[in-house]
């Protein structure tokens, strides 16, 4: 179980609707977050994801 988020069966469930490359881009997403929160480092704005190029 993961302390940092809480994942409900309608979640576990949507998760496992979709395709395996996007929960996989969807974690590496979090434990980026996670990793740069945990080293009070905040992601330079050149390197943020940009609404038009999230899929």
Known sequence: RDDCLYENEDVQEALRRIPAHVVDERN???????QLSCQKIVLPKEEWTKMEDDK
């Open 28 to 34: 590496f997403r979090m434990i980026r977050a996670i």
